[in-house]
């Protein structure tokens, strides 16, 4: 009788070390600054009638400045919502449910009106600042 040879083979596989690296996200408060203008142009240069910006550690919009004749003005737009297009889309943004996103879009927003109709009040977009600065 003949031996029956028998072959064994041998699998190698390459395991290959994955090393895991963690980042650490520093979550820095900032501040989001909005300037108003009252638009002049072409005729003479746009007027900056006041500055709000929107806290993170507060999360609440304060007050930096407001000329004394627009105050008012940009008190009652602080109290409303803003809406604005979108391409053929018009986006709602509540100013009570959502106050940073309603800040970092007011100057998406053609006209903020005034009572003055022949007058048109703009904002800046947000500049971002961290809070310790």
């Keep these: 009788m003949a031996k029956k040879e028998t072959k064994t083979r041998v699998k190698k596989e390459v395991v290959k070390e994955v090393k895991v690296v963690e980042e650490v996200v520093v979550d820095i408060p900032k501040r989001y600054y909005v300037d108003f203008y009252i638009k002049r142009e072409p005729i003479a240069k746009d007027e900056k ?72 009040m703009y904002a800046s977009e947000a500049v971002i600042n961290n809070e310790t600065e």
């Design 49 to 120: 009638v006041g500055t709000i910006f929107y806290s993170d550690t507060t999360e609440s919009i304060e007050i930096e400045g407001l000329a004394p004749n627009y105050s008012t003005d940009i008190a009652q737009i602080m109290r409303g919502n803003i809406s604005f297009m979108d391409g053929v889309n018009q986006i709602f943004v509540s100013r009570y449910e959502d106050l940073k996103n309603w800040v970092l879009n007011l100057h998406r927003v053609e006209n903020l009106g005034l009572i003055d109709p022949n007058l048109c």
